[in-house]
């Protein structure tokens, strides 16, 4: 059964914690992208990655951070410096290997702040 | 930086009419994608449309492109509850492969 999994589907943040979001494909795609989700503003994103040990800023990097060790991996943490991280955060990847490639998105994450 | 810009808003249309929703965009592209997102889930992709490419269809859909006017169109025709939905329009640009999302249209489709 292919495709992208996220983990956990809720989470919840206390006050200057940093909480990690798990993003795993099986897709054999070398390229992944971490999006948030605010109502009314559509998506944006946060870090993307073409290639592993590889990564670059999106438009709203500040306050997270990504690592891609492997393949199919590709977790974000959300660290205290993000101070408004209440919002649905979306995973996707894609080939990454040309310009008229689709993107596929796994389920999402909430993050709450308590 | 948004790069498409959906038009309109919110749509409500009945079952079996059909529903139009546009996207304009900034900068020249490689393509253009519509996406379809359920409430609380993930983006599914409907489509591709080539920067030289001027219309698509799959299934119920059919995209056009205007690259003069800087604008694509999405058409769902006999619509179905079951397109309930938000739509998003996405860019490509660069030599790499990230999108430019719009802020979606939100579709309502009565029974």
């Known amino acids: 059964d292919g495709g992208i999994t996220q983990s956990p589907k809720y989470l919840f943040r206390k006050e200057g914690q940093n909480v990690t979001l798990s993003c795993e494909q099986n897709?054999?795609?070398?390229?992944m992208y971490w999006y948030r989700q605010d109502p009314g503003q559509g998506l944006r994103l946060i870090y993307y990655?073409?290639?592993?040990?590889?990564?670059q800023k999106g438009d709203i990097a500040e306050g997270y951070s990504v690592s891609r060790e492997k393949k199919e991996s590709f977790p974000l943490t959300v660290t205290s410096a993000q101070k408004n991280p209440t919002a649905f955060y979306l995973c996707?990847?894609?080939?990454?290997?040309?310009?008229?490639?689709?993107?596929?998105f796994g389920p999402g994450t909430r993050l709450l702040v308590l | 930086s948004q790069q498409g810009e959906e038009d309109p808003q919110a749509l409500s249309i009945q079952e079996g009419e059909n529903a139009t929703m546009n996207c304009s965009y900034k900068?020249?592209?490689?393509?253009l994608q519509w996406y379809r997102q359920n409430s609380g889930r993930g983006l599914v992709h409907l489509i591709l449309?080539?920067?030289?490419?001027r219309e698509k269809h799959s299934g119920r859909l059919r995209v056009t492109l205007d690259t003069s006017k800087k604008s694509s169109s999405l058409l769902i025709t006999a619509s179905r509850a079951a397109d309930t939905a938000s739509y998003f329009c996405?860019?490509?640009?660069?030599?790499?492969?990230?999108?430019?999302f719009g802020k979606g249209i939100t579709l309502s489709v009565r029974p």
């Open positions: 449309i080539r920067s030289n490419e």
């Open positions: 990655s073409q290639i592993v040990n590889d990564f």
């Open positions: 996405a860019t490509h640009t660069g030599a790499n492969s990230k999108l430019t």
């Open positions: 900068t020249s592209i490689n393509n």
């Open positions: 897709l054999n795609h070398d390229a």
């Open positions: 996707a990847s894609s080939l990454g290997h040309g310009v008229q490639e689709t993107q596929y």
